[in-house]
């Protein structure tokens, strides 16, 4: 059974560009989360998809967005990027609640 | 944004110790506990999981406890090996994954 995968797994953007990240769940999954990774600011929730569905979101600015499509995949965008939005960003897939959250590599995205 | 606190920021045992990572939360919503394992370069690996009607849940050398009171639970890792040398990170979660993570112990297992 193939893991999750995400594309790119790296991206230089300079400020002020935006960005499209791309995630393929587990087969059969319909939950997939987003998370930003930093040194200084650990592992932070994005948002949550569940059959298309933004189910929850966590305290980023309007400027991260996602979305979910009918096989699941799900993409996030970053527009008008900043500094502070160099990170790796990890997308989980999982069955639905309470199943493990199973996490693909992450795409490094600096921002220069 | 930080609802998870988890401490040892770093932790070093001897090869054949215990392992003890702590971690609080604040939101009583919470109601799923993993924790999870990451590699450099790796994404974070589920490692145990527990749900607060149990007190303690134990997969081999990997135990949680947890104190629903006290809003804290633990892992203990025995008879530690270097091959556990990483980063773990306690987590809690509510049913819709809203999954907020402790900020992490990098823990090294010396030979």
């Known amino acids: 059974k193939a893991g999750v995968t995400q594309t790119p797994r790296y991206l230089i953007k300079t400020r002020g560009q935006q960005v499209t990240l791309s995630c393929s769940p587990i087969?059969?999954?319909?939950?997939v989360s987003w998370y930003q990774q930093t040194p200084g600011q650990g592992l932070q929730f994005l948002f949550e998809y569940f059959s298309e569905t933004q189910r929850n979101k966590g305290n980023f600015p309007g400027r991260f967005s996602g979305r979910q499509f009918s096989n699941s995949r799900s993409e996030m965008n970053v527009s008008t990027l900043e500094l502070g939005d160099s990170a790796l960003y990890l997308c989980?897939?999982?069955?639905?609640?309470?199943?493990?959250?199973?996490f693909g590599p992450g795409t490094r995205l600096t921002v220069l | 944004q930080q609802q998870v606190k988890q401490s040892p920021q770093s932790l070093i045992v001897q090869k054949g110790g215990i392992s003890i990572i702590n971690c609080a939360y604040e939101?009583?919503?919470?109601?799923?506990f993993p924790w999870y394992q990451q590699f450099p370069g790796k994404g974070p690996a589920l490692l145990i999981a527990?749900?607060?009607?149990?007190s303690e849940k134990k997969e081999g050398r990997f135990t949680i406890s947890f104190n629903k009171s006290a809003k804290q639970f633990s892992l203990h890792i025995m008879d530690s090996q270097p091959g556990d040398s990483a980063t773990y990170f306690c987590?809690?979660?509510?049913?819709?994954?809203?999954?907020?993570f402790g900020a992490g112990t990098r823990l090294t297992v010396k030979p």
């Open positions: 987590a809690a979660s509510k049913y819709d994954n809203d999954m907020r």
């Open positions: 527990i749900r607060p009607d149990v």
């Open positions: 989980a897939s999982s069955l639905g609640s309470y199943n493990e959250q199973f």
């Open positions: 087969s059969g999954h319909r939950s």
């Open positions: 939101n009583t919503a919470f109601d799923y």
